[in-house]
């Protein structure tokens, strides 16, 4: 049973920052990466960031390389995503996700998904 829990959105001017936390229940040893996901109101959900579990590589979106980092504690079974420089198109629901199995991880392995936590960025 996996189970993920987003924390840490909110409102923010323009320029500012959010730190987001996911913690995961289950098992690491057989998940292959977790990620961060976005829906903004009106559009489809968007892969932002991700990261495998075991090597630690991370990928971005193009639209938030360079402002947004994603980091893991596997011991604590947490993910994280630094937001800086937000933007007033950052404004959506954010969502956490797991991918399990072997191989490469794409944005379409995701298969356990949190509840969202809302991010607000006012101009």
């Known amino acids: 049973q996996v189970h993920l829990v987003e924390s840490g959105g909110g409102s923010v001017q323009a320029g500012g920052s959010l730190r987001l936390s996911c913690a995961a229940s289950?098992?690491?040893?057989?998940?292959?990466?977790m990620g961060w996901f976005r829906q903004a109101p009106g559009k489809e959900r968007e892969g932002v960031a991700r990261?495998?579990?075991?090597?630690?590589?991370?990928y971005y979106a193009d639209s938030v390389k360079g402002r947004f980092t994603i980091s893991q504690d596997n011991a604590k079974n947490m993910v994280y995503l630094q937001m800086n420089s937000l933007k007033p198109e950052d404004t959506a629901m954010y969502y956490c996700?797991?991918?399990?199995?072997?191989?490469?991880?794409?944005?379409?392995?995701?298969?356990?998904w949190g509840q969202g936590t809302q991010v607000t960025v006012s101009s």
């Open positions: 289950g098992s690491t040893y057989s998940r292959k990466c």
């Open positions: 996700a797991a991918a399990y199995g072997g191989g490469y991880c794409d944005w379409s392995d995701f298969g356990h």
């Open positions: 990261i495998y579990t075991r090597v630690g590589s991370m």
